[in-house]
């Protein structure tokens, strides 16, 4: 099994930063993508950002040039550092790993962490 356990949202202004962390645990594969979603109220959770074992990354439209996800192989911990928050960012924000290859069956996720933004 696979623990990730996220730190690092809270309440910001409008135009503001937050930096997020997931750190996992347990029987993790080496070779893993590692990313965040999140969901607003009333809409289906959607995809982040994303990074695999090899730093290669993708993100969302709506976050390009804002959000900047990265990890510490050592640690197995992914971050997002996301500026120029907008009010429309306000979700609860999900870890998410998945071994390389596999489907969504083997996806295992965070606990959330709420994300504010305050115009």
């Known amino acids: 099994q696979v623990q990730l356990v996220e730190s690092g949202g809270g309440l910001v202004q409008a135009g503001g930063s937050l930096r997020l962390s997931c750190a996992a645990s347990g029987r993790i594969f080496s070779l893993n993508v590692m990313g965040w979603y999140r969901q607003a109220p009333g809409k289906q959770r959607e995809l982040v950002a994303t990074?695999?074992?090899?730093?290669?990354?993708n993100y969302a439209d709506s976050v390009k040039g804002r959000f900047t996800i990265s990890r510490d192989n050592a640690k197995n911990t992914v971050y997002l550092q996301m500026n120029s928050l907008k009010p429309e960012d306000t979700a609860v924000y999900y870890c998410?790993?998945?071994?390389?290859?596999?489907?969504?069956?083997?996806?295992?996720w965070g606990q959330g962490t709420q994300v504010t933004v305050a115009s």
């Open positions: 990074i695999n074992s090899g730093r290669s990354t």
């Open positions: 998410n790993l998945r071994p390389m290859g596999r489907t969504t069956n083997y996806d295992f």
